[in-house]
């Protein structure tokens, strides 16, 4: 059970923390309105349909994404508050100690976090395809699927190899069929020209050549049409924008692993995604510590040079996460790290500060 002053510090911060998400929110969103009313208007979508495919979807979405920062803002704003009315001080004085004082925040970040953790696991995914699916329909330009020379892995000794792959008519050129022994090449069917039957689920391959290799001994065999199973798909050539966002953290997992063992590159973006889920609460927990260390002492500037402090480290923070997964992308730092590293950083900071800065 909550004691009174457990009661009066978390209904201030967690009530400060809606207002600020919700009016940031708000704001956003009346931004982004402007800027695609004419996409909407383009499209001829009734304000019913936008709002319930896009608005309605987007605001959680946002609410989620602005957590960690508001979390901290808001933790700034009540504790610099309750410090200019020597509230803290109060507190302090009646014999309640600042770690005891700490604690009730971490208790409240702590109750965020899990939420947030079940939300963006399992409950916004499932909101982000309707949102994701919207702008890939009307806010977006049609997709081209335009990268070369496409190498994958359909089974454990059997490599695919497409020149160039047409998404809309489903056709690739170049293309090749690997099967191998060990290191040995066993197995290679080549056509210049390979393209989905939707009917059959099947490739269909023209003017076939085929080698098999036997004891070093090759031989050749040609055709002009040829029907093959494979695992892969026209969805693995479609839009892959936002797909990470619309995935619950077991279909992350399992795409990831997915998409390594098929030998698919570019799969950076979804570790990310993966890893920063488990990172985010703890963002939360070490921003609210920090914002209170920060805070709680009155300053004779008043709570506005507080609040400026605030910002200028959330932006910071903000700043650490962008280079980090930057680096995460182009293959200079595991993903992992990068999404620990801000926690690392301000949690080492919060630390010294709370063993520097006199209370």
């Known amino acids: 059970m909550l004691n009174l002053l457990e009661r009066y510090i978390l209904k201030k911060h967690i ?56 979390i901290f803002i808001s933790t700034i704003f009540v504790t610099s508050k309750l410090a200019s009315h020597t509230e803290i001080i109060a507190i302090l004085s009646s014999g309640v100690s600042f770690a005891r004082v700490l604690w009730i925040y971490v208790k409240g970040s702590l109750f965020l976090s899990v939420i947030i953790f079940i939300l963006i696991g399992w409950v916004l995914p499932n909101a982000n395809k309707t949102r994701v699916n919207f702008e890939v329909e009307y806010l977006k330009n049609k997709f081209t699927y335009n990268k070369i020379n496409t190498h994958v892995r359909v089974s454990e000794n059997t490599y695919v190899y497409m020149e160039t792959y047409n998404n809309e008519r489903e056709y690739g050129t170049g293309f090749s069929i690997e099967r191998f022994d060990g290191k040995d090449l066993v197995y290679k069917l080549q056509g210049p020209r390979v393209k989905w039957d939707s009917i059959s689920g099947k490739w269909h391959v023209n003017r076939y050549i085929v080698r098999t290799y036997n004891e070093g001994v090759e031989k050749l065999s040609f055709g002009v049409h040829l029907d093959t199973a494979l695992n892969l798909y026209p969805k693995d050539f479609k839009s892959t924008f936002k797909k990470q966002e619309s995935m619950t953290i077991s279909e992350l997992s399992a795409f990831i692993k997915k998409q390594k063992d098929r030998g698919f590159q570019d799969i950076e973006i979804y570790e990310i995604e993966y890893f920063e889920r488990f990172t985010y609460p703890l963002a939360i927990m070490v921003l609210t510590i920090m914002g209170v260390i920060v805070s709680a002492r009155k300053s004779r500037e008043g709570i506005a040079a507080q609040i400026i402090i605030g910002f200028v480290l959330a932006f910071t923070y903000i700043l650490i996460v962008m280079l980090g997964r930057n680096f995460a992308q182009d293959g200079s730092a595991h993903p992992l790290v990068t999404a620990l590293m801000p926690n690392i950083i301000f949690g080492v900071i919060s630390y010294v500060l709370y063993k520097k800065i006199p209370r």
């Open 15 to 70: 009530s400060t923390f809606l207002y600020f998400v919700f009016a940031f929110v708000m704001i956003i969103c009346i931004i982004d309105f402007t800027e695609k009313n004419d996409d909407f208007m383009h499209h001829e979508l009734s304000y019913w349909v936008v709002m319930r495919d896009y608005y309605f979807n987007l605001i959680p979405y946002l609410a989620n994404f602005l957590s960690p920062i508001m």
